[in-house]
């Protein structure tokens, strides 16, 4: 078994060696100095593996500690209740859906393929090896976690074990579960699959686990440490299952048959057929417009379901909202209502975040590129720097409207909220409040079609390729996040944020005027 995880994982460092040295070739400037036969280059084929052994231990940790950061540390502060028994009732919750969502066996993937189908090797031995070595990088991460918050929380060191194997063993009584179910009915749910039932439970059990402590009902903790030790003690059941399981030959191709599919399938194909389904086709569409206006009308008309129905649906998320909040204020206490008001006045900082996860932009570059640029692009009228420059300035026009809708929303919520809490004298908070969530809006709508006018990240075959841009969103994220640290007042944050928003703008649609000439075409 250790001979064939080790094959498998020199496969897969392959596999990841060889993204790297792709990624490298396609960055600016450094491309044209690395030759094509760079794939056999010992030496960078070492400090490949390298960065590729580092990026596995990053991923163990790291992974972990943004976890229990977002989902345990955070709202626990938050809802006043940093104690043993609300974060192990917490923890049972995620756990469970954790073992349904995570399980690491159901995952079809293209190594998994190449070495079970293409290579022939022996289906049980690479499951196992594989499988053992998901839960081993589980328990890698969990432990260093869990050993920090029983410092912070003050519960046993020797539960920080039990925690570890309980987390484990939900794993693999899900897995035990799935497997027997495979071997009576020979149906295979891989975690991209998961039936209706499964995440309806999932969605009840993240609701109970976040419902339960805002309204203050917390099990006890006696009760709590005999559910994880119960765990723990039947994840050696779960074990010896795994063991004897007689069918994982045929387990693994029938979980893998969907991927060479996948690999054989024309991505083009597959990626436009996916977006055509979204594409609205009837033929009766038209507009009065003339020249670029009519052509991306028309293109408007027939992408409403990408362009208008998320934006809609978050106009009424936020809306509900924001009603639930206004009401809650007006029927609140006088302490209650202070405290969201202090709220309200020092973390607007957190909106970036929300407005970034909000925005649309960048899906819909995506379908612009496949059922609009990768035709259009071939022409080379469409290619001329003024004809760009128009059509680029008419989509940021759409893009600003239908990220505006859920926007204007949220702003009007915010701003009706403060004169609440605070009166009619923070009037002018409100405003600037409102006018720096309607420039966040801008500027994540700017900042994406920036990005793929500047960079134009999709090849010929759709796929998209441009590790700059990748990185550059990648920072976005970083970035958008860091903001949820932050605790600034309204006037001086608002005042920074509508001002760099502004400039930023400005200088970017300069930037397509001067170079989406030479950039915006299509790469092969």
């Not at 976005?476 to 309204?490: H, M, N, Q």
């Amino acid at each position: 078994m250790f001979k064939t995880f080790r094959i498998s994982y020199r496969l897969k460092g392959t596999y990841r060696v060889n993204t790297i040295i792709y990624a490298l070739k396609h960055i600016p400037v450094v491309k044209h100095l690395l030759p094509n036969s760079l794939y056999k280059h010992y030496g960078l084929k070492v400090f490949a593996n390298i960065v590729s052994v580092l990026w596995e231990m990053v991923s163990i940790f790291l992974g972990k500690i943004l976890y229990f950061t977002l989902m345990f540390m955070l709202p626990l502060e938050w809802f006043g209740h940093m104690n043993t028994s609300s974060f192990l009732q917490l923890l049972f919750f995620l756990s469970i859906i954790g073992a349904f969502l995570n399980t690491g066996i159901f995952e079809p993937t293209k190594d998994k393929y190449y070495a079970v189908i293409l290579m022939k090797m022996d289906g049980r031995q690479f499951v196992l090896s594989q499988y053992l070595y998901t839960l081993l990088r589980h328990c890698a991460g969990l432990l260093p976690c869990l050993f920090y918050l029983s410092i912070e929380l003050q519960y046993p060191i020797w539960f920080v074990g039990v925690l570890t194997v309980a987390i484990v063993g939900l794993k693999l009584i899900v897995a035990v579960y799935r497997l027997n179910d495979f071997k009576k009915n020979h149906r295979v749910r891989t975690e991209n699959n998961n039936s209706p039932c499964v995440i309806a439970f999932c969605i009840i059990c993240l609701l109970l686990g976040y419902g339960l402590i805002f309204l203050n009902i917390v099990m006890p903790i006696s009760i709590l440490m005999g559910v994880f030790i119960a765990s723990a003690c039947l994840s050696i059941w779960g074990m010896i299952y795994i063991f004897k399981y007689p069918c994982y030959h045929t387990f693994s191709y029938q979980l893998l048959k969907g991927v060479s599919t996948l690999i054989n399938m024309n991505t083009q194909d597959l990626v436009n057929d996916s977006y055509r389904k979204m594409m609205t086709m009837d033929t009766q569409i038209m507009s009065h417009k003339t020249g670029f206006e009519y052509f991306n009308e028309l293109f408007m008309k027939r992408h409403k379901k990408i362009l208008w129905r998320a934006a809609k649906r978050q106009a009424y998320i936020v809306l509900a909202a924001t009603v639930l909040l206004i009401v809650v204020m007006l029927h609140a206490d006088i302490s209650l209502k202070v405290n969201i008001y202090k709220v309200l006045t020092t973390y607007l900082p957190y909106f970036v975040f929300f407005m970034y996860l909000m925005n649309t932009t960048k899906s819909v570059t995506q379908a612009m590129f496949i059922n609009c640029d990768h035709s259009m692009l071939t022409y080379t009228f469409y290619r001329i720097p003024k004809n760009i420059l128009k059509l680029f300035q008419i989509r940021l026009r759409e893009m600003i409207k239908i990220n505006l809708l859920p926007t204007v929303i949220l702003g009007g919520g915010y701003g009706i909220a403060l004169i609440i809490g605070g009166g009619f004298h923070q009037l002018p908070y409100a405003l600037i409040a409102f006018v720096s969530l309607i420039s966040m809006s801008v500027f994540f709508s700017t900042h994406y079609l920036i990005l793929y006018y500047l960079l134009q990240p999709y090849n010929a075959y759709t796929e998209m390729k441009n590790p700059v841009y990748s990185i550059i969103v990648s920072l976005t994220y970083v970035i958008c996040f860091a903001f949820t640290k932050l605790s600034l007042p309204i006037f001086s944050f608002g005042i920074i944020c509508i001002v760099f928003c502004v400039c930023y703008c400005i200088i970017a649609c300069i930037l397509v005027y001067k170079k989406a000439g030479d950039t915006f075409k299509i790469h092969h």
